[in-house]
């Protein structure tokens, strides 16, 4: 049985850091292409970074290149995101994903606010 399970999140101030990680299970990770997504109150949910299974290229959406860093750790199984100067905007449920899995993790509030 796969699980996707997340840690991280909580409420920081506008410009601080937060760093979410994601422990896989039940599916071989590295061989598997991982994203981040979230959702915040009332939009729908957005990528926010995808990190490929064998190369390690990443890709960002164009609001947190910059200030988010996706990696990950195979011998681990974990999935992390670094996620730096935050913005009020930022605010949202943070979730992994394996998409060609159609895996996902349960999700972690961030809630940036002053």
């Known amino acids: 049985q796969w699980q996707l399970v997340e840690a991280g999140g909580g409420r920081v101030q506008p410009g601080g850091s937060l760093r979410h990680s994601c422990a896989a299970s039940?599916?071989?990770?590295?061989?598997?292409?991982m994203r981040w997504y979230r959702q915040a109150p009332g939009k729908d949910r957005e990528l926010v970074a995808h990190?490929?299974?064998?190369?390690?290229?990443?890709v960002y959406t164009k609001s947190t290149e910059g200030r988010f860093t996706i990696s990950r750790d195979n011998a681990k199984n974990t999935l992390y995101l670094q996620a730096n100067n935050l913005k009020p905007e930022d605010t949202a449920v943070y979730y992994c994903?394996?998409?060609?899995?159609?895996?996902w993790g349960q999700g972690t509030q961030v809630t940036v606010s002053s």
């Open positions: 994903s394996a998409p060609n899995k159609n895996y």
């Open positions: 039940g599916l071989t990770f590295r061989n598997f292409g």
């Open positions: 990190i490929y299974s064998s190369s390690n290229k990443t």
